[in-house]
């Protein structure tokens, strides 16, 4: 997918408005308002709104850092 790239955090996916396809690590959802995704640490990342309207996503990422103080406690 265009634009595809690694995140290097855990990371989650709000749709706030519209719809998009998200592929992520080589799986391809569509997402529309309400919906929200895991992505896992390092993935390769690609989306592509689809709707007629403009898509806005809220990311909510975690850095690599904390999520290791949080596990090891």
């Known amino acids: 997918m265009e634009g595809a790239h690694a995140h290097p955090t855990e990371a989650v996916r709000f749709v706030i408005?519209?719809?998009m396809e998200v592929n992520i690590?080589?799986?391809t959802v569509i997402l529309k308002k309400g919906d929200a995704m895991l992505s896992p640490y390092?993935?390769?990342v690609g989306t592509?709104?689809?709707s007629t309207t403009p898509?806005?996503?809220l990311i909510v990422a975690c850095p690599d850092e904390l999520?290791?103080?949080l596990k090891s406690a």
Do not use: Y
């Open 17 to 19: 408005s519209g719809e």
């Open 55 to 57: 898509a806005e996503i």
């Open 42 to 44: 390092n993935a390769i």
């Open 48 to 50: 592509k709104v689809i």
């Open 25 to 27: 690590a080589g799986e």
């Open 67 to 69: 999520l290791k103080k």
